[in-house]
């Protein structure tokens, strides 16, 4: 078993052998910043100050050749070779995280389909509950080669009876989001592994909240905004959803139900391909000053694929977002996690 020491904290983590830094230091509670799995994102990227390690194969957008030669790897792919000592903050030894689980059975209780390229998935859980952060996502899939797990996030904040809400859109060449539109039934029972993910919320924040999604980007932040409604956050709560055209707008009613309920909620949705008088019309970077002059002071959640994600972290700069309070959730198509490792399971 090797080790790994978090500096400047000293802190160290045990690693299972054929554990990945990322669930070993997962495992112990601990939120390193991830998103893809998969080497693609370049999200969980530590400089490795000692130690050998094996990361296979990672993409150059991901991690560059010069990163490498200055000792920088991906930890979700890094797997200890001998003990390793990497660079990670002051903080690190904050427990954030629940410990995920592999192997979770689920059973679909109903299956509906908000928009023509999306469905909802609502899942109760056999056993015990899930116990995961608003914002985070599992990974879903059947056979391993025509139905491999795929990345999804949770649309809901945590629930006493476990139940959790997928939105999963449908993909043209996609094997996992086809076999989900094309084959899973109501009834069926499915396997989850989670929870992943540090595209959560501080509870304990005080500024106003603006929260922009695009498509199934939705899911992550409905379950961030679910959350801060539920427990009597007051501060602003700004949702701009993204959407082609009208018919793929979905969670009308739910946004309707916060806005009459909470009055710090404001749903504001935008069409990119078709022009409304009922909604802003065009993408966010160019509609979103027309609702905000400033937000120095805000926190921002961004969900969506990586070029929406990126449009809009350069818009909300623009407006004096500071960056510490900029958190952001990507979907690569390079995300292709095939199953948990089996040192996630908690003994």
Not at 141 to 156: D, H, L, M, V
Not at 198 to 217: H, R
Not at 256 to 275: A, D, G, I, M, V
Not at 284 to 309: N, Q, R, T
């Amino acid at each position: 078993m090797q080790k790994i020491v978090l500096q400047p904290s000293g802190r160290e983590i045990e690693c299972e052998p054929g554990d990945t830094v990322l669930a070993a230091l997962e495992k112990q509670g601990h939120a390193l910043p991830n998103n893809c799995r998969a080497g693609a994102c370049g999200e969980c990227k530590v400089k490795v100050v000692s130690g050998q390690f094996d990361q296979g194969v990672v993409l150059d957008m991901a991690l560059s050749q010069e990163e490498r030669k200055d000792g920088y790897g991906l930890m979700c792919m890094a797997k200890p070779l001998t003990d390793l000592a990497i660079e990670w903050g002051t903080e690190d030894a904050k427990p954030l995280l629940f410990p995920p689980k592999e192997n979770q059975y689920y059973v679909i209780t109903e299956i509906t389909q908000p928009t023509p390229r999306i469905k909802q998935l609502r899942l109760r859980p056999i056993g015990q509950a899930m116990r995961y952060w608003p914002g985070q996502y599992v990974t879903l899939g059947g056979n391993k080669e025509t139905s491999p797990k795929r990345c999804y996030s949770i649309a809901n904040a945590p629930r006493q009876d476990g139940e959790i809400l997928l939105q999963i859109t449908q993909v043209p060449d996609g094997k996992t989001s086809n076999w989900v539109h094309s084959c899973l039934e109501q009834g069926d029972r499915v396997q989850i592994n989670g929870p992943y993910g540090t595209f959560i919320g501080d509870p304990t924040t005080e500024s106003p909240v603006l929260c922009i999604a695009a498509g199934s980007g939705l899911a992550p932040i409905l379950s961030l905004a679910e959350a801060a409604l539920r427990r009597g956050f007051r501060k602003p709560v700004t949702l701009i959803f993204s959407a082609k055209t009208e018919a793929d707008l979905y969670e009308k009613g739910l946004m309707s139900y916060w806005e009459t309920k909470h009055r710090n909620f404001n749903y504001k949705p935008t069409l990119t391909h078709e022009s409304n008088s009922n909604y802003l019309n065009g993408l966010v970077p160019e509609v979103l000053p027309k609702s905000f002059k400033d937000l120095s002071a805000h926190s921002v959640f961004i969900a969506g694929s990586p070029s929406f994600v990126e449009a809009c972290i350069e818009a909300v700069k623009k407006l004096g977002a500071p960056e510490e309070r900029i958190f952001t959730e990507g979907y690569f198509d390079q995300a292709q996690p095939t199953t948990a490792p089996k040192s996630h399971l908690v003994s």
